[in-house]
């Protein structure tokens, strides 16, 4: 049963924390353990970790995913690229006119025009194709190469409780690397040099994986889509290590979570991987590699929160949101920050 909570109405997060005078790592950490919960901030983060714990972060670098199309009727409507399929193919979710939601009343067939000549044509809906979804495969004519046209004609994708447009600076990790994901793995984003040498010095490695994320779903909470992810081997390795010493694996966000637990077998065992997953964690399949996490704040009843219920609990989840909301947490990729240690 997923644990669920009214969301205050000031409680979201409109501006980064650098725009209100604070440091990325100055945003409030809720540490969650059983009998025991406390509030600091972000960068006290290796305080709360032992030596011999292993940190795990997503390295993929955000793209500016959001395009101006204009439809046959010619208004303007947003439009969010979610992912580049292997076949060359585009996701995509395309919004309402003031960007409060998904258009779901799209029909296969339709052409956008987009910046620089370019049309797309949305093809089918996706992951599935016989189910409504606010996702569509799309093809682009000419066809082009989604990365370089989006750094050179998107910008970042932004939600209505946003107060303003930020540069994608704004929703980068300081560890980014290879672009590729449609929105920020957020989880990371209050993580500073000072943090990352502060843990490495307590003697707490940091290990990267890549998983690209799509884009999220604040209106309809469906599960995630495929996305794809790379566990490098020396990842892997220091993660079995870990567990077999007693260490905690900490995932830096779910994006981490999802990525770790499609390379960790039945058997426990975790082991280099990559292609795409569709892995849904919940009660019916719990964490078997991650045994702490990181993570934002998400709203209610959004599948995030299945994913942190199969790592940290029902009980342990619920009592943290619930506080969160006494507290008055702040929401949302800008927003504060957890880690459960159970």
């Known amino acids: 049963m997923t644990a669920t909570f009214a969301l205050p109405a000031d409680a979201e997060a409109t501006a980064p924390p650098e725009w209100h005078g604070l440091g990325r790592d100055e945003v409030r950490l809720m540490a ?3 009998g025991r919960t406390t509030s600091v901030l972000f960068r006290d983060l290796p305080e709360l970790l032992e030596p011999g714990d292993l940190v795990v972060v997503n390295t993929s670098g955000t793209l500016p995913g959001r395009l101006p199309a204009r439809r046959a ?3 303007l409507v947003p439009l969010h690229w979610s992912t580049a399929l292997d076949d060359g193919e585009w996701v995509v979710e395309l919004r309402r006119p003031d960007n409060s939601g998904p258009d779901l009343g799209v029909e296969p067939g339709t052409v956008l025009e987009l910046p620089g000549g370019v049309t797309m044509t949305l093809l089918a809906g996706h992951p599935d194709p016989s189910r409504p979804s606010r996702l569509w495969r799309a093809t682009t004519t000419p066809a082009v190469p989604a990365t370089a046209y989006l750094l050179e004609h998107g910008t970042p994708i932004g939600y209505g409780y946003l107060r303003g447009d930020f540069p994608l600076a704004a929703f980068q990790t300081v560890y980014a690397g290879e672009p590729g994901s449609a929105e920020m793995a957020s989880a990371g984003r209050p993580f500073t040099e000072e943090v ?10 940091v290990v990267p994986l890549t998983l690209h994320t799509g884009v999220s779903s604040p209106e309809l909470h469906e599960p995630p889509s495929p996305e794809r992810f790379a ?34 077998d039945d058997d426990g065992v975790t082991r280099a991987a990559h292609g795409w997953t569709d892995l849904v964690l919940g009660p019916d399949r719990p964490a078997r590699a991650v045994t702490g996490l990181i993570t934002g704040l998400h709203e209610p009843e959004a599948s995030h929160l299945q994913l942190l219920e199969a790592v940290a609990g029902t009980e342990l989840v619920t009592a943290a949101y619930d506080r969160a909301v006494a507290e008055h947490y702040l929401w949302h990729e800008f927003g504060d920050s957890m880690v459960f240690l159970p």
């Open 32 to 34: 969650v353990r059983p």
């Open 231 to 264: 566990v490098p081997e020396v990842t892997a390795r220091l993660v079995n290590s870990t567990r077999r010493a007693g260490g905690r694996v900490v995932a830096v966000g779910t994006t981490v979570t999802r990525a770790l637990e499609s390379a960790t």
């Open 73 to 75: 009727d010619g208004v």
């Open 196 to 205: 990352l040498v502060a843990l490495m010095t307590r003697g707490v490695p």
